[in-house]
């Protein structure tokens, strides 16, 4: 078997037999049936084959191997196409912190193929998706990032979720948005948080 360079100059490792064909089916069969280097090789190599999207987000729901799912992650976020959104928006319902963080990652690095996406993540019927969407537009560089947290805070009705924008709002928002803090909370009158994070948010963005 051949031997490897390390980074040492001292260093030397055993290459890794990859145990099938560098042709995209080859690497989705690694993917899904190699040992743990063998498939996170077959994951970075699968960014080459934008086809192979819904492969890597599959993957994802099975891989118990952190190095894997990174690998997984980024070629998904280097293909950046509408399959790649469609195989990490799953991953937000996910019980996985792991998963829903990576996926959270990686989507924020699309926001031209998320955007479209953002309206209907916000109207999910679960809070939590919804959640995990407002901590999305926290990372996303998109031009209606601000407008997509007024809009939570003016018609969610679940108040984690509001409390969750007001939090991005207090790092991305601008002094235009004081009139929506000022009267968020009279939404939720039995919830001193909200008036509580309503007034530390607004303080943070009149200060900038």
């Known amino acids: 078997m051949g031997l490897k360079k390390t980074g040492s100059p001292d260093g030397l490792r055993e290459v890794v037999e990859r145990a099938h064909a560098r042709t995209p089916e080859g690497l989705v ?5 190699g040992e743990a280097e063998q498939r996170r090789w077959a994951a970075r190599d699968l960014a080459e084959h934008p086809a192979s999207a819904m492969a890597l987000g599959e993957a994802l729901l099975q891989e118990r191997d ?5 690998a997984a992650f980024t070629s998904l976020s280097r293909i950046g196409t509408d399959p790649a959104v469609n195989a990490l928006l799953p991953l937000l319902r996910s ?3 792991e998963l829903r963080n990576g996926a959270i990652e990686a989507l924020s690095s699309l926001p031209r193929v998320v955007g479209p996406r953002i309206a209907a993540l916000l109207q999910d019927s679960d809070p939590d998706v919804r959640i995990f969407t407002v901590n999305l537009l926290g990372e996303l560089r998109h031009e209606q990032v601000r ?3 007024l809009q939570v805070l003016h018609h969610d009705a679940e108040v984690n979720v509001v409390a969750a924008a007001i939090e991005v709002l207090a790092e991305v928002g ?21 008036d509580f994070a309503a007034e530390m948010a607004l303080q943070r963005i009149q200060a900038n």
């Open 29 to 33: 069969s690694q993917l899904r049936e």
């Open 66 to 70: 952190s190095s894997v799912r990174q």
């Open 95 to 97: 019980e996985d912190a």
């Open 147 to 149: 407008s997509w947290l």
């Open 174 to 194: 601008t002094p235009a948005d004081a009139e929506a803090l000022r009267t968020v909370s009279r939404r939720f009158p039995a919830d001193p948080f909200i």
